[in-house]
């Protein structure tokens, strides 16, 4: 038994830190964050539910906070433009989508937040995780 939590721990050193999107509580940014990724080789993208995706280039935070959205790209009221990687990572290949303004803001929270409770600090590398994607996918 102490064999199992000893090498459990040795996978989590390697992974590495990581911050997992809920599908329940953000649905949109959930399945925006997880099919940017897919869609530029699993970039930054450690899980999906419980499936782990591996050999992908983790991200990197960066203090140079750079907002590469274009003015206006966004036309609803109530949508904002969500960049991947994040706006707060030193990585470059980005896309951007329009998600719900009020999503945009709890991905920004659980990101910050994230980045404290691990002590991911500047140039410090990440990954991030989807969870709870129901059975019949992102709709």
Not at 45 to 70: E, K, Q, W
């Amino acid at each position: 038994m102490h064999r199992l939590f000893f090498l459990s721990a040795i996978t989590t050193v390697i992974a590495g830190p990581a911050v997992v999107f809920d599908y329940g509580c953000i649905p949109n940014v959930a399945c925006t964050v997880m099919a940017i990724a897919l869609s530029q080789g699993g970039i930054g993208l450690s899980s999906i539910n419980d499936y782990t995706i591996g050999s992908t280039l983790p991200m990197h935070r960066s203090n140079n906070v750079t907002f590469a959205c274009p003015s206006g790209y966004c036309k609803g009221a109530d949508e904002a433009c969500m960049e991947y990687p994040f706006s707060s990572t030193g990585n470059t290949k980005r896309k951007y989508r329009c998600v719900p303004a009020n999503e945009l803001k709890m991905l920004e929270y659980q990101l910050s937040s994230s980045y404290i409770s691990n002590n991911i600090g500047h140039k410090d590398s990440f990954h991030v995780g989807v969870s709870n994607i129901p059975d019949v996918g992102c709709v």
